[in-house]
């Protein structure tokens, strides 16, 4: 929407991002309150942002995002743990009213001499950075603008839509309900390789907008390590491996359980518990390779403990995708892409019994004792830029 000045030290630039969409109607043989609807039903979603930076000298940088979201989700977003449109806020209540969405600082710390050329962006202001280098952000942010990237499904705003798609759906990445979270982010990069650690904030219940400002307590650790090498010879590509840990407000299915099967509750309840700090886990692989020129596939593993209530992104225990994006360069229009995506989603045993005595989550749960099978999506991607390349 605005341009994108170089040979500058500041940056403004702006988005806006409208996602429609709808279902027909479908055969449901009951419902719960967090089912799909099987009624026709549309929906709009949109999120505006105005990106806004500062190079304070030649390793320093402000960054300030101004957003604003609103509109509606299929089923106000319930119903589906890889939900169909990552931009929708699960919170109706919130307001239009528009909020910082970023605000950090990023300092760079160079432990080379030669230079490299850096893509100038929203997250990162300057033209080139040290070959080998530490940078530490610290502030506001959204866990996925640094961690599980890659170039065919991460960006929402430009690629995939899907929750499990452009981020690894059994990564319960620390944030509010808008995808944001508060900490530190310290990445290191060297000339084919990095590693970079994230130590945030939780909010204080699932999927709200509130965070617990007690880091000794309630916290969150992320890790990951990336190697930038092909598994496909002499063709490029890049591996990364992910971990996290999480410690909130969190109770265990088995305890709703235990509790539902003694008489104690009418329906097993997540909630219903006192402030109690527990632990949850998992782990996570991203592949990237290079198949020909204009050719990359991708593909996602992911897997968390399953015993531990679902609490900040989405309801997936298991994950495995994979897909596949076209540089449009192929028709003489590089701007354009081409994707192909399909994933596939599961809950672990703990989960799977507490949903099926009853229970809700703060996504998926219909209040029958059915079988809960696999979740299963596939994703179509088209993106024409209609200026000229």
Known sequence: ???????????????????????????????????????????????????????????????????????????????????????????????KAPYLGRGMIHKVFALSEDKVENDRSFL????????????IRFGKFSMPDFFDVNSVGTDTHFQFMNWAVDNNGAWDYAADTRGYTVGVVADYEDHNWG???AETLMPKVANGIDLVWRPWQVHAENWEYELRHGVVPKKSGVVRLLAYTNYANMRIYRDS??????????????????????????????????LTPNLTAFARWGWDNGKTESFAYTEIDLTVAEGVGVNGAKWHRKQDRVGLAFVSNGIKKDHQIYLADGGYGFLIGDGKPELWAREHSGNVLHRARVAGN
């Open 1 to 95: 929407m605005l341009p994108h000045f170089h040979d500058t030290r500041f940056w403004l630039s702006g988005q806006a991002n409208f996602i429609f969409q709808a279902h027909p109607d479908c055969h449901a043989p009951y419902s719960g309150k967090n089912s799909l609807t099987p009624r026709y039903e549309k929906a709009t979603s949109r999120v505006m942002t105005l990106y806004t930076g500062v190079r304070l000298n030649d390793s320093t940088e402000l960054l300030v995002d101004i957003e604003e979201a609103g509109g509606a989700a299929l089923s106000t977003g319930l119903g589906v743990a890889g939900a169909p449109d990552l931009d929708i806020v699960h919170n109706p209540l919130l307001g």
């Open 124 to 135: 990162s202001l300057f033209d080139e950075l040290p070959r080998r280098h530490l940078e």
């Open 195 to 197: 590693f970079r650690f």
């Open 257 to 290: 359980v235990l509790q539902f099967e003694e008489g104690l509750v009418a329906a097993p309840d997540i909630t219903d518990h006192p402030w109690h700090i527990t632990r949850k886990y998992g782990f996570g692989a991203n592949l990237e390779q290079k």
